[in-house]
């Protein structure tokens, strides 16, 4: 809504010719204009059982088809098996010999893991500690303890060394 009024006050000469001519830009109008972009929009509407359906059988599909991939690889293997005996002998031996040389490389990394930090001088510090540890084990319970090997916080369920002078917690995998 706008509304325009110019007063012009007076009873000169001068002021009845301005009113004259400036009454006639005295305006007021009303305009109302609306806007909307209903038009432009998608109208909504619920899927069918059809739609459902051909957008969840492909998911369904590809979750079935990687639980039968493990099903399928195992197959390959128990087929070439059966056509290549000893290229699958061999396949077997030489995934076992590869186990078992990771098995012994790990012990060998941790041996020397557990030597080298008991080679480490540890300083004033946890060395007296230790030494009272040693001295009077109770002290041990509250000292905050953790495996040799992994670091990891010591548990009830844990193993020490037996050696007296020892005492070292292990954790169980690493024990």
């Not at 070439?80 to 990394?109: D, I, M, T």
């Amino acid at each position: 809504s706008h509304h325009l009024a110019v007063q012009v006050t007076g009873t000169s000469l001068m002021a009845r010719l301005m009113r004259s001519s400036v009454g006639v830009l005295n305006t007021s109008s009303d305009t109302q204009l609306e806007m909307s972009n209903l038009a432009c929009l998608p109208q909504p509407r619920g899927m069918t059982h059809w739609q459902y359906a051909g957008s969840g059988l492909p998911l369904a599909a590809l979750v079935l088809l990687c639980l039968a991939q493990v099903y399928t690889y195992r197959l390959r293997h128990a087929i070439a098996a059966f056509y290549f005996p000893k290229r699958e002998k061999s396949r077997v031996l030489y995934f076992y010999n590869k186990l078992l040389q990771q098995r012994q490389s790990f012990v060998h990394r941790q041996r020397k893991l557990v030597t080298r930090r008991a080679r480490q001088h540890p300083g004033l510090g946890p060395s007296l500690l230790e030494w009272c540890c040693r001295r009077w084990p109770r002290l041990r319970r509250w000292m905050r303890q953790s495996c040799r090997v992994c670091g990891t916080p010591v548990t009830p369920r844990d193993r020490s060394c037996p050696a007296p002078a020892c005492g070292a917690p292990y954790c169980r995998p690493c024990w």
